[in-house]
């Protein structure tokens, strides 16, 4: 995608003279600027993230926002004294999305030369032009999907899950099962290909081989016997992470292809991508498959090559640039006890249980 036109994830905001008129620090009674509040809660109901980055006093502007009313829009705050481009930088890695994905928002020019300087990629913008942003075409998604639409409270619980994290004492497989993760995967039809086609876009570093399909495309394979198109969901006591995994298989006479298979980095850690891998094999196998998979690598995706290797793919050849993966069915992994898998028509029942 041209670098102009690749959507925007993010936009972090400053406060001064942006978010309301005036400087906190000399005038307590700042007054909110309409045109900014509007387009924050359009963009966040469009599943565009917001944030601040501002020079201030951190407890002082964070309770004005509160004040206000809108300090729950903003994640990762960065507000303190520090240069601009570092705390866009530290939102960026904290959302872990790509810099190049975040729009900052400022009334001084230097603060923008001072980004656009260190962060070139990011696309900045003079608070005087606030009014006409939600009609750019980066701040447009195509579609709005109801994960799109819950985008900041899944953030937001993922928030208060790393908290919990941090304050656990134990071992990782402790912290994971007092999560109660609940692990949804199902065949796609149509109410999940929107979802399924902003996963394939919007998933880089989880993603096998980066294809992306259109709305038309997903349709006919969907429809078609010849593939098969699985969607993965995951709940937790904390909320829902919406549906964060996507699996596409070529179904031949003899084997299946996995040409596509995708994780929301929001569960990289969460072992859930191979407990998704495990029940592909099992489908295969109940069908008397072989199974392959594809794989390009990228500079972003080595993390997904180790884990079929880990799940017992092997090299078997090349095409180009493209690598096939075929799997050894005497590779056995046990399923973690600490997630739940729920298949259409079936309740949820620890995996311990369900792989006998």
Known sequence: MPEAAKKVKCVVWDLDNTVWNGTLLEDEEVRLNQDAVSTIKELDRRGILNS???????????????????AEYFLYPQIGWDAKSESV???AQQINIGIDTIAFIDDQPYE???????????????????????????FTPDFITVDAQHRRQMYLSNIRRQKSEDSFSGPK???????????SIKEADYSDLKRVEELAARTHQLNTTGYTYAFDELCAMMESPRYKLWVAGLD?????????????AECMDDRWIIKLFLMSCRVMSRGVGSVFINY??????????????????????????????????????????????????GTVHEYPAYI?????????????????
């Open 112 to 138: 923008l030369d001072e980004v656009s300087f260190h962060c070139p990629e990011v696309r900045c913008f003079s608070a005087d032009r606030i009014h006409g942003l939600l009609e750019q075409p980066e």
């Open 173 to 183: 497989e402790g912290f994971l099962k007092s999560l109660d993760m609940v692990f």
């Open 340 to 356: 739940r898998l729920v298949l259409p028509d079936q309740n949820a029942a620890p995996l311990c249980e369900q792989q006998g």
């Open 52 to 70: 601040v980055c501002s020079k201030n006093d951190g407890d002082f502007a964070m309770e004005k926002l509160r004040q206000f009313g809108i």
């Open 236 to 248: 937790d006591k904390f909320g829902t992470y919406g549906k964060i995994g996507i699996a596409l």
């Open 89 to 91: 930088r530290k939102i």
């Open 280 to 329: 592909l094999i099992n489908c295969a196998k109940e069908a008397g498959k072989s199974v392959y998979a594809e794989f390009l690598p990228t500079d972003r995706n080595r993390m997904m090559l180790i884990t079929y290797r880990f799940m017992g793919f092997q090299e078997d050849h090349t095409t180009g640039d493209l690598m096939y993966l075929k799997y050894d069915f």
